[in-house]
C-alpha cells in the first residue's frame, strides 16, 4: 500500500520559535496533500489543501501566515508554524492522494506529529 | 450542509462482546464516499473501508461488518466478538467526488475493550 511519512514524529520547541513540518509520500507521486490538526480527544480538523506547484487552500479561521504550507515536490509537502505559542501545540497530521491513479478519492495518512509548545 | 455525527462518544465492552458503532451522514450529493478509520493510542489513522454511495452491499471483513442504509443515512460499523487490540477510537467520514477528496470527519467514537 502507499506510504506517507512525517518527520518530526514529536517535537518541542519554545514560545515563539518556528517548528517545519516534512510530510513524505514514499513510493508514490502526491497531486494533492492535506493538513489536519487534532486536539485530545477531539476529531480531525481540516486546515488545508496543497496540489503540487501551487498555493495552498486554507479552510476558513486558519491563518495562512502562521501555517505555512508548502507542496514544492509530488512527494514533500511541508507545515510550519510560524512563532509557535502554547495554544499551538497539538497533534498534526498528513496525508497524501494522487487522485486517479491509485485509488480515487482515498487520503494515505502519516503518522502524525506531536507539537508542544512550552 | 455536510455533516458526520457519530453520537457514541465512548463504549465500553467486555472481551469477545460484539458492538456497533453508529454513523450517520448528511449531505446533498448523489455521489460520495464514506470511509472508516481506527486511531489506536500510538496516533496514526489506519483504513478500514471505503464505500461509495451507489454501492449499498454490506460488507464483511474478518471480524468486522459494515451496514450502508442510503435510506437512513447510515454507515454502522459492527465489530463481532471484541478483542483489546480493538481498542481505539474509530472515526467515520464522508467525502464527494467533485470536492478534492476533502474528508468531513465525525467526532469519533473511543471504544475500549476491557479483558
Known amino acids: 500500500g502507499a506510504v506517507v511519512s512525517q518527520h518530526p514524529s514529536w517535537v518541542i520547541c519554545k514560545s515563539g520559535t518556528s517548528v517545519k513540518i516534512e510530510c513524505r509520500s514514499l513510493?508514490?507521486?502526491?497531486?494533492?496533500m492535506f493538513w489536519y490538526r487534532q486536539f485530545p480527544k477531539k476529531s480531525l480538523m481540516l486546515m488545508a489543501t496543497?496540489?503540487?506547484?501551487?498555493?495552498?487552500?486554507?479552510e476558513q479561521g486558519v491563518e495562512k501566515d502562521k501555517f505555512l504550507i508548502n507542496h514544492a515536490s509530488l512527494t514533500l509537502s511541508t507545515l510550519t508554524v510560524t512563532s509557535a505559542h502554547p495554544e499551538d501545540s497539538s497533534f498534526y497530521i498528513c496525508?497524501?492522494?494522487?487522485?486517479?491513479?491509485?485509488?480515487?478519492?482515498?487520503?494515505?495518512f502519516g503518522p502524525g506529529t506531536r507539537l508542544t509548545v512550552l | 450542509a455536510q455533516k458526520v455525527t457519530q453520537a457514541q462518544t465512548e463504549i465500553s465492552v467486555v472481551e469477545k462482546e460484539d458492538v456497533t458503532l453508529d454513523c450517520v451522514y448528511e449531505?446533498?450529493?448523489?455521489?460520495?464516499?464514506l470511509f472508516w478509520y481506527k486511531q489506536p493510542p500510538s496516533g496514526e489513522l489506519v483504513f478500514l473501508i471505503r464505500?461509495?454511495?451507489?454501492?449499498?452491499q454490506n460488507e464483511i471483513s474478518g471480524r468486522y461488518s459494515w451496514n450502508f442504509q442510503k435510506s437512513t443515512s447510515s454507515f454502522n460499523f459492527t465489530i463481532t466478538a471484541s478483542q483489546v487490540v480493538d481498542s481505539a477510537v474509530y472515526f467515520c467520514?464522508?467525502?464527494?467526488?467533485?470536492?478534492?477528496?476533502?474528508?468531513?470527519f465525525g467526532q469519533g467514537t473511543e471504544l475500549s475493550v476491557k479483558p
Open positions: 496525508s497524501a492522494s494522487d487522485f486517479g491513479k491509485i485509488t480515487y478519492n482515498e487520503q494515505f
Open positions: 513510493d508514490f507521486q502526491a497531486t494533492t
Open positions: 496543497s496540489n503540487e506547484g501551487s498555493k495552498a487552500t486554507y
Open positions: 449531505t446533498r450529493d448523489t455521489t460520495y464516499y
Open positions: 464505500r461509495n454511495s451507489f454501492d449499498e
Open positions: 467520514a464522508l467525502t464527494h467526488y467533485n470536492q478534492g477528496g476533502k474528508l468531513i
